[in-house]
């Protein structure tokens, strides 16, 4: 995935009536939008039953600002978890676009001006099938499938932006994807994913996504083949070429839809999962934010096997937040962050968890660290929370039920243990499960999440306090860049005070040009070979900075 990467992120425009907009709750009420079909496309889900894939509608439910008169607003894709199968299936409670965190944090991010929009995705494979190649089988698909459609809703939302009157008022350029637990995963795809050829090129494990189809002992078959599965942009319609990865031949795989439009986004967020090869990272991958427990017991935080929670077996090699971070870092795609030195207590906090963890502080990761619980278990990041009485939440599609939908969850057996329910299952992995904890949890999480939001998407947020780097005033302290626009050099001055460097930064956020050591009130900034195009330029003072907008054309 390109990224864009915003260099405005030194920018603090401070504007009295939206003072803390996207860090706070500015509004009181929340606008919702529910089951809009944002794309039809073809699951595996039903598949033991119609013995072929069926066409299903994709859907979202859109949060807004109640009384908000911004009509360009920053987007937030919200992906449920669930581990690619619905509620009751896959053996949990969670895994519905209706989670009670899903809702909360689409109604926190409405609340702080965000439109944010909960995202549904296809679902459907066997966690219990025999050999983990297969299983392994079975998730890459299903996983290619959500990436599909993550990508796709993110063109639904463009289309209505640019060619259907903006219902929503979105701007296009300023899109984040949130994925929780499984929806992480999701979003970890939709961040790394550019190329089908990162499939079958694995290095951490290498061939880890090929099949020993012929028995010979070595793996040659892809589990994922565009001519089956479609593009991984999931915009082509894709009809079977013969009976092969269980879909019989001449059926429908996947259905493109509005595929007029870009499927680029500027942030990615994942609140636990992890990333199917970290060599999908390199350095144009969008900028990342990482929280996940330090000692989380099914997505490994380092570098290791997969254990599926519907079965606990082994799945396939994966990457966590710790390799996520380092490869970020070592890319410079998080750089911007870095650069403007978060000093706030959640970031403290991150730091004090890396130590914890054992390793180096990378910016953008948040390490989960809290006290197991009496059962001596790590809960990870427990941001969900239900009723007692709640009703199971069944597949959503028009006459087809699931086991027990509709019953309470404290009547529903569990297959783990017919003495528990899945109420009594699910307190094992959240002891004294509240809204009250998870809302604290999630709270800390917006803490470390959205003053880097608003750097990434360039959004116009009062970042006082959060940095020990200060901004400075550039009429203060006379500064001019001049002329701009120019076709080849601009001069920097100032009046009133010396500045010791200067560094270029292009739209991507990537360092461009710069020189340090200057001790001077008058700079000839050259362009040399850069291209046309908007830059940022940072001028470093003893006792801060100052960041200006240049256009060579």
């Given at each position: 995935m390109k990224k864009i990467f915003t260099f405005f992120m030194f920018v603090l425009v401070l504007n009295a009536s939206y003072a803390q907009r996207y860090l706070e709750p500015v509004f009181d009420n929340v606008t919702v939008v529910p089951d809009q079909p944002y794309a039809l496309n073809s699951t595996m889900l039903l598949f033991a039953n119609l013995g072929a894939t069926a066409k299903v509608p994709l859907w979202t439910d859109i949060y807004m600002p109640e009384g908000d008169t911004e009509t360009d607003r920053p987007l937030v894709l919200?992906?449920?978890t669930g581990n690619f199968l619905p509620p009751i299936l896959n053996q949990q409670i969670a895994g519905h676009r209706k989670d009670s965190s899903v809702v909360h944090v689409c109604t926190e991010l409405a609340k702080r001006g965000y439109v944010a929009a909960a995202v549904?995705?296809?679902?459907?494979?066997?966690?219990?099938?025999q050999d983990q190649p297969t299983r392994a089988l079975g998730l890459i698909q299903a996983a290619y499938r959500g990436v599909q459609d993550g990508r796709t809703a993110i063109r639904y939302f463009k289309a209505t932006a640019l060619a259907g009157g903006n219902p929503y008022g979105i701007d296009p350029e300023k899109i984040a994807v949130w994925g929780n637990g499984t929806g992480g995963y999701l979003t970890l795809g939709l961040v790394g994913l550019s190329d089908y050829n990162e499939i079958i090129t694995t290095t951490n494990g290498t061939g880890k996504f090929l099949l020993d189809t012929d028995g010979d002992g070595?793996?040659?078959?892809?589990?994922?083949?565009?001519?089956?599965?479609?593009?991984?942009?999931?915009?082509?319609?894709?009809?079977?070429?013969?009976?092969a990865f269980l879909i019989p031949q001449g059926d429908t795989s996947n259905f493109g839809f509005h595929t007029q439009f870009s499927s680029d986004f500027q942030l990615g967020i994942n609140i636990g999962g992890a990333?199917?090869?970290i060599s999908w990272l390199n350095d144009n991958t969008t900028p990342t934010i990482s929280v996940q427990s330090a000692?989380?017991?099914f997505a490994p935080y380092n570098d290791a096997v997969l254990i599926v929670p519907t079965t606990g077996d082994p799945i396939v090699q994966v990457q966590g937040a710790q390799q996520i971070g380092a490869s970020q870092e070592a890319a410079g795609n998080n750089q911007p962050w870095k650069d403007f030195g978060f000093t706030d207590d959640v970031t403290e906090l991150a730091r004090k968890n890396s130590a914890i963890a054992g390793h180096p502080y990378y910016e953008g990761v948040l390490p989960w660290v809290?006290?197991?619980?009496?059962?001596?278990?790590?809960e990870g990041v427990v941001i969900n929370w239900w009723n007692p009485d709640d009703a199971a939440i069944g597949l959503g599609i028009p006459g087809v039920g699931v086991p027990h939908e509709g019953a309470p969850l404290n009547a529903i057996p569990h297959p783990?243990?017919?003495?528990?329910?899945?109420h009594t299952q699910g307190l094992i992995l959240n002891e004294g499960m509240s809204a009250a904890k998870a809302k604290a949890n999630l709270d800390t999480i917006f803490q470390y999440v959205l003053p880097r939001t608003c750097l990434a998407l360039g959004l116009d947020c009062d970042l006082a306090g959060f940095s020990s780097i200060k901004h400075l005033d550039a009429s203060e302290l006379g500064l001019v860049i001049s002329p701009n626009p120019t076709q080849d050099v601009t001069y920097i001055r100032t009046e009133n005070e010396n500045f010791n460097e200067v560094r270029v930064f292009d739209l991507q956020g990537r360092l461009v040009a710069g020189e340090d050591g200057l001790n001077t009130s008058f700079y000839a900034l050259k362009?040399?070979?850069?291209?046309?195009?908007?830059?940022?330029?940072?001028?470093?003072?003893?006792?801060?900075?100052?960041?200006?907008?240049?256009?060579f054309n």
């Open positions: 919200v992906f449920h549904s995705y296809r679902r459907g494979w066997n966690p219990a099938a070595v793996v040659e078959t892809p589990m994922v083949v565009p001519a089956y599965h479609g593009d991984i942009e999931g915009k082509d319609t894709t009809i079977a070429p013969n009976a990333l199917g090869d000692f989380d017991q809290h006290a197991r619980n009496s059962l001596g278990i790590d783990s243990d017919s003495t528990l329910t899945y362009r040399n070979s850069l291209p046309d195009g908007m830059y940022a330029v940072q001028i470093k003072f003893d006792d801060g900075v100052i960041t200006q907008k240049l256009m």
